[in-house]
């Protein structure tokens, strides 16, 4: 179904998450199968029209709504999820959202995914971006489950074609597999379908095909106000977290069994602190939080004005994060160990910048390692495999224009600060391991903001980016996909 600009629903269907950005694409298509999708594609390939696709939306950048798209494949109402017993893997269509996906797998068969935590995400881009969450560090990536994907590819003739490629050595399109185990979305034709499996798993039984739901999280809360800390004080508290998770990032740890996530407001907002959660049927569960919050504020020399515990069954709202639609810019990096002393001290500079800036920017750090550095930097897309922590960094969210130019300011210079050393960019070193592609930042590819000399495609791909560019060529030797950060064909 194709929705043109004077239809009443075109409006709806144009708005970005992101509402910085605003495409004008002459027609969204609405489809509901992979064939429709494979008649799009031709009929646009072959009018010469720019394309792009679109699952959640829940994009940072312009990917799927700039200027330049003409024709927008929308797979949002191609949202099923049921388990496939002929691959013996459960199937989610690629509109799918990361709620519905838990929803469906959770009250089906009490099992899930190591996902994200916003539900309002698409499976889509997610999964073929990796996709990490809360129990990552204990199950891996969202993409290590991956055992096959549907792509509607676009050959060097303009045809389309629809192929299934599997994780199984022997097939044929297992590179087109591979792709998409990190790869990013938008890069080398249209998913419909995922099929998802823990590897090394032969049971016929779908409740042993994925890791069991947690019944209840227990999450604990410390949380502290600016006027309680000083730049010593901060340091010492940033530098404990980093230092705990260096130490407890083992793929064999007790400790990987807990997620974690650091939050600092800036000043002006006014909290921080830190979160940390646990599947309540882990043993000893609530002494590994303690003994983690106890090290994080070991010798700080402050009371938390807040400090609480919580227990929440695992498809509970509390366990979960939505991000309305507003207008953002947002950074993010990995980290292999903790910042060095001059990043803290640039951390703590544009947290508590006098000048005036949005409450909601936010310098956060998620719990990163475990069991997802015990998988090959080589055997996946994802080349990120010895990381310890993952840093996001907002701008925050506001409504008006009239407010970019002074906000995105503050988060640019705040990203090039913490990383001078480096060209303003997190080229991967002892201490920094590029960025996530599932958090795109186009700036990493613009010689203003990136001094490195170090290319954006290195920053998220590392050494995978070469195969990642054979790939292209073979799928979409006519860069039919393609964005500001889409892999160039070689």
């Known amino acids: 179904m194709a929705v043109g600009r004077s239809d009443p629903r075109y409006p709806s269907l144009i708005t970005p998450w992101n509402?910085?950005?605003?495409?004008?694409?002459?027609?969204?298509?609405?489809?509901?199968?992979?064939?429709?999708?494979?008649?799009?594609?031709?009929?646009?390939v072959g009018a010469k029209k720019r394309i792009s696709v679109r699952s959640g939306g829940h994009c940072f950048?312009?990917?799927?709504?700039?200027?330049?798209?003409?024709?927008?494949?929308?797979?949002?109402?191609?949202?099923?999820?049921?388990?496939?017993?002929?691959?013996?893997?459960?199937?989610?269509?690629s509109g799918a959202t990361l709620g519905q996906v838990y929803n469906t797998l959770v009250k089906g068969w009490a099992v899930t995914i190591p996902g994200g935590i916003c539900p309002g995400v698409g499976a889509?881009?997610?999964?073929?971006?990796?996709?990490?969450?809360?129990?990552?560090?204990?199950?891996?990536?969202?993409?290590?489950?991956?055992?096959?994907?549907?792509?509607?590819?676009?050959?060097?003739?303009?045809?389309?074609?629809?192929?299934?490629?599997?994780?199984?050595?022997?097939?044929?399109?297992?590179?087109?597999?591979?792709?998409?185990?990190?790869?990013?979305?938008?890069?080398?034709?249209v998913v419909t379908r995922y099929w998802l499996r823990s590897p090394g798993t032969d049971s016929r039984d779908p409740a042993e095909l994925l890791p069991r739901v947690p019944a209840t999280m227990i999450n604990r809360t410390i949380t502290i106000n600016w006027d309680q800390l000083n730049r010593a004080s901060f340091s010492k508290f940033l530098r404990n977290y980093c230092t705990w998770f260096e130490q407890n990032s083992a793929p064999d740890s007790r400790n990987a069994n807990l997620w974690g996530g650091f939050f600092a407001f800036h000043q002006s907002a006014g909290p921080l602190g830190f979160v940390v959660g646990v599947d309540s049927g882990?043993?000893?569960?609530?002494?590994?939080?303690?003994?983690?919050?106890?090290?994080?504020?070991?010798?700080?020399?402050?009371?938390?004005?807040?400090?609480?515990?919580?227990?929440?069954?695992?498809?509970?709202?509390?366990?979960?994060?939505?991000?309305?639609?507003?207008?953002?810019?947002?950074?993010?990096?990995?980290?292999r160990r903790g910042f060095s002393d001059r990043q803290i001290a640039a951390i703590y500079r544009g947290l508590t910048d006098p000048e005036p800036t949005n409450p909601g920017a936010c310098f956060a750090?998620?719990?990163?390692?475990?069991?997802?550095?015990?998988?090959?930097?080589?055997?996946?897309?994802?080349a990120d495999r010895d990381s310890v922590l993952r840093v996001y960094i907002t701008g925050g969210r506001w409504s008006s224009p009239d407010e970019d130019a002074k906000y995105i300011k503050w988060i640019r210079e705040f990203y090039r600060d913490i990383y001078a050393?480096?060209?303003?960019?997190?080229?991967?070193?002892?201490?920094?391991?590029?960025?996530y592609i599932n958090y795109p930042d186009a700036d990493l590819a613009d010689p203003a903001w990136n001094k490195s000399g170090t290319s954006w495609a290195e920053l998220y791909y590392k050494s995978n980016y070469p195969r990642l560019q054979r790939i292209k060529k073979r799928y979409d030797p006519g860069n039919v996909f393609r964005h500001a950060l889409s892999i160039v064909p070689r």
């Not at 990796?130 to 489950?145: E, K, M, Q, V």
């Not at 050393?421 to 960025?435: D, F, L, Q």
């Open 19 to 44: 509402r910085r950005f605003q495409g004008n694409p002459q027609n969204v298509h609405i489809v509901q199968s992979a064939q429709q999708i494979a008649e799009v594609l031709s009929d646009a």
């Open 365 to 382: 750090m998620a719990g990163y390692g475990g069991k997802i550095n015990a998988v090959a930097p080589g055997a996946t897309a994802t």
């Open 282 to 335: 882990v043993p000893g569960a609530q002494s590994l939080l303690d003994a983690h919050c106890e090290a994080v504020m070991s010798g700080v020399g402050v009371q938390p004005v807040a400090d609480t515990t919580d227990s929440a069954p695992y498809l509970d709202e509390r366990n979960w994060q939505i991000e309305p639609y507003a207008r953002s810019k947002d950074k993010a990096a990995n980290l």
């Open 124 to 189: 889509g881009g997610h999964i073929a971006g990796g996709g990490y969450g809360f129990l990552s560090r204990r199950y891996g990536l969202a993409a290590d489950y991956l055992y096959a994907v549907e792509v509607v590819i676009v050959d060097k003739s303009g045809r389309s074609r629809i192929v299934v490629a599997t994780r199984e050595e022997g097939d044929p399109n297992r590179d087109l597999w591979w792709a998409h185990t990190g790869g990013g979305g938008g890069n080398f034709g």
């Open 61 to 93: 950048e312009n990917f799927t709504s700039s200027p330049d798209i003409q024709e927008l494949i929308d797979v949002s109402q191609m949202s099923d999820v049921y388990y496939d017993p002929k691959r013996r893997a459960f199937a989610v269509e």
């Open 421 to 435: 050393e480096t060209g303003g960019v997190p080229v991967p070193n002892a201490i920094n391991a590029g960025s």
